[in-house]
């Protein structure tokens, strides 16, 4: 069974700062991997995927995430974090083309200080 | 008619009571997928359904959960017998349902069961 871990549940970062927000998974097969991000009282909203192809993966709002497959990690990376980005943010991994085995980590809550 | 709507956004309930929520999937999306995420975690995976038909209901809890989707668009989750554990947010997303495709989450309903 797949599975995924953030082994942060809060990332603090200063304004300017890179930010790092990690995940880990755990897949019998290849993975599809995720990224969405929550804002209070909000539904999740999609990032970035990783499906095949250049391990670096460009998504919205200038976040970029690497795939490992070596370190089975699709780590959440920006280069200049902003206050706007404080949220929370979850990994998932699917297996199958349709996406029904999706499964989410816990979330990381990303504090971004002025 | 952009995103994924759900209704109500908060319901509030007796213990035992029933209760429907409702997910307007985008338009044209074939997919559709039930979440329930409780706080200070991860969405967790209900059911899926592919048009009309549900193609992978094994992450509904008991028996007393239950899903439509009769004419392939709108879905209702049912919930029958309501117990103060059910209460969370349930979130639902829609997805074009061809190869590996993002899901799209709608802003959720809160249900609490007092």
């Known amino acids: 069974a797949q599975s995924v871990a953030q082994p942060e549940d809060q990332v603090n970062v200063a304004e300017g700062n890179p930010l790092t927000v990690k995940c880990t998974y755990s897949v019998s097969g290849n993975p599809y991997l995720f990224w969405y991000v929550q804002y209070p009282n909000r539904g999740l909203q999609f990032l970035l995927k990783y499906i095949t192809g250049d391990n670096l993966v460009k998504g919205s709002y200038g976040f970029e995430a690497e795939f490992n497959k070596s370190q089975t990690s699709f780590h959440l990376k920006k280069p200049s974090a902003l206050v706007s980005d404080s949220a929370l943010y979850f990994c998932a991994v699917s297996l199958d083309n349709y996406g029904q085995n999706f499964v989410f980590g816990p979330g990381t809550r990303l504090s971004v200080l002025p | 008619g952009a995103g994924v709507s759900q209704t109500p956004s908060n319901k509030v309930t007796e213990k035992g009571k029933y209760v429907e929520l409702r997910c307007d999937p985008i338009?044209?999306?074939?997919?559709l997928y039930w979440y329930r995420q409780s706080l200070g975690q991860g969405p967790e995976f209900l059911i899926y359904f592919q048009g009309t038909g549900a193609a992978d209901d094994s992450g509904l809890p008991n028996d007393r959960f239950f899903a439509v989707r009769p004419e392939g668009s709108v879905s209702t989750l049912k919930i029958q017998r309501t117990e103060r554990g059910d209460s969370a947010v349930y979130l639902c997303?829609?997805?074009?349902?061809?190869?590996?495709?993002?899901?799209?989450f709608g802003p959720g309903t809160r249900l609490t069961v007092l």
């Open positions: 338009s044209g999306h074939t997919a």
């Open positions: 997303a829609s997805s074009s349902g061809q190869g590996i495709d993002t899901q799209y």
